[in-house]
């Protein structure tokens, strides 16, 4: 319960919602009776990092995975989408492209699902006002390292990969100036923010020379060499002057090293009157190159050492970091093969959000109910799916994930459900695996498989409890 913990009680559900929790409620007159004694009960958690079509046709890969997601006890996702290579290859007006998107996603996700947007050229940054207004997109993205780089990290011109014609600082100052002037004209109490991926691009530059002509590293260890917690530094710096003078709420994605985290409580420290929220990731939490040097693990921004997972932690515990989520991006072996420079950066992670911070979290300390703010209520704070998601409460949408404790089970290929062949959390002991996921009222997963067909709909948000229901 927000604000409570964990208590003993029954959930009552109708139409789709919460519509009691307490004690001794008589099962007579339901419809359907879902026993959960000697489990938990939580609200589904809201996967707020996700990227659907980055590698794949964008419906196959909203079918296989979402239903992932079920499988980690998530049952809200926001997928990021942005013009360019990868996703649906083009560049264009959003006005003409999110309904393709919106078309090719409806009818197949097994989740609830947003979309946050990218504006990768000028025209598409004078739409922010329009889509928070009309279509329910209120959280935007930018990409500090698509200046000047092409995906291996060599010096080259980007415009062919962003199809945009100026993607540097000032398109990022016009972005932050048109989501603040959203915000300010918000009068509902909601959240319009701008998320950043903060990697520095020259420095990138100078630092993949060096590491490839001095040859002595190798897989995530030359890779995060060549993209080393400097850059994340002088990022975040650069954030930190812009979004001073344009006052843009933002939110600063997985941070992945201690240097990055400090400069982002450095920025909150210098600038108490910004709504600044940090974001790490499963993997930064989990993974260092130290333990695991599979090139398979290439992510942006790289994988890092003990010292910095060490770091995370700690701003996890003492709550300055506001939520974990996956960055999901189902990214096949064929991806991965080859030069180090040229394999694709990200893998899947949706399928172990609970399994994961139920095992990890305790052990460092986190209580039952900080665990539960991390991946469900804080973001869905953050992006404007409260009062109806991320949390078990009187009107809130019936999304639930019961997790039986008393099992414990390796990661596995076969337990994730997703379409990629691999994962860099292979062999992880974790507790906490969902044995049932509630979308809405609704069992849509169940014992390790999907139950029914996709039944996700589309976020608009800011989410009200005074919207109706989506069907399905």
């Known amino acids: 319960m927000p604000g409570r913990g964990p208590v003993r009680a029954d959930v009552g559900i109708k139409d789709g919602r919460i519509s009691a929790v307490g004690e001794g409620f008589s099962s007579g007159d339901a419809d359907e009776v879902v026993d959960a004694g000697g489990k938990l009960v939580l609200p589904g958690a809201v996967d707020a990092h996700f990227h659907l079509g980055i590698y794949r046709d964008i419906t196959e890969d909203t079918k296989s995975e979402t239903l992932s997601s079920l499988a980690g006890g998530v049952t809200s996702i926001i997928s990021y989408f942005r013009t360019g290579s990868h996703y ?21 996700s097994r989740v609830d699902y947003g979309y946050h947007l990218a504006p990768m050229v000028r025209d598409q940054v004078g739409e922010i006002g329009n889509f928070v207004e009309s279509e329910g997109v209120t959280s935007f993205k930018y990409y500090m390292f698509y200046k000047g780089l092409d995906l291996s990290g060599a010096s080259s011109d980007a415009s062919g990969y962003t199809m945009s014609e ?12 048109q989501v603040a002037r959203a915000q300010n004209e918000r009068s509902d109490g909601s959240r319009v923010s701008l998320s950043i991926h903060c990697e520095q691009p020259e420095l990138i530059r100078v630092f993949s020379e ?22 994340e530094h002088l990022a975040v710096a650069e954030v930190a002057v812009l979004a001073g003078h344009t006052r843009c709420p933002i939110n600063l994605l997985h941070l ?22 940090l974001e790490t990731t499963l993997h930064h939490l989990a993974l260092t190159y ?27 515990v003492r709550g300055e970091i506001d939520w974990i989520c996956s960055d999901h991006a189902c990214c096949s072996e064929e991806h991965k093969e080859g030069d180090l420079w040229q394999a694709l950066p990200g893998f899947g992670g949706t399928a172990l959000i609970y399994p994961f911070i139920l095992t990890e979290g305790p052990k460092h300390g986190l209580s039952l109910q900080r665990c539960v703010e991390l991946v469900a209520t804080n973001p869905a704070r953050a992006y404007g799916l ?14 639930l994930a019961i997790v039986d404790m008393d099992q414990t089970h390796p990661v596995t290929t076969e337990r994730l459900l997703s379409a990629q062949e691999y994962t860099p959390f292979e062999g992880m002991e974790l507790t906490g695996w969902p044995v049932r996921t509630l979308l809405r009222g609704q069992t849509v997963f169940s014992e390790g498989e999907a ?8 976020l608009k948000r800011p989410l009200t409890t005074e919207q109706p229901l989506a069907t399905p």
């Open 88 to 108: 649906l290859e083009k560049s264009g007006p959003y006005a003409e492209i999110f309904p393709e998107v919106l078309q090719a996603t409806e009818g197949h």
């Open 386 to 399: 409260t009062p109806r998601k991320g949390a078990i409460t009187v009107g809130a949408d019936a999304d």
């Open 210 to 231: 060096r590491v490839k002509e001095e040859g002595v590293l190798s897989g995530l260890e030359a890779y995060s060499a060549s993209r080393p917690t400097l850059t």
């Open 256 to 277: 992945s090293s201690g240097e990055a985290f400090e400069a982002a409580l450095e920025l909150k420290a210098l600038n108490p009157y910004l709504d600044v929220r």
């Open 290 to 316: 130290e333990s695991y040097n599979d090139q398979r693990g290439k992510v942006n921004p790289p994988i890092r050492a003990q010292s910095d997972v060490d770091a995370l932690w700690r701003g996890v």
């Open 451 to 458: 139950v029914g067909e996709p039944a996700g709909t589309y």
């Open 166 to 177: 100026n993607y540097d600082l000032g398109h990022l100052f016009e972005i932050m100036e």
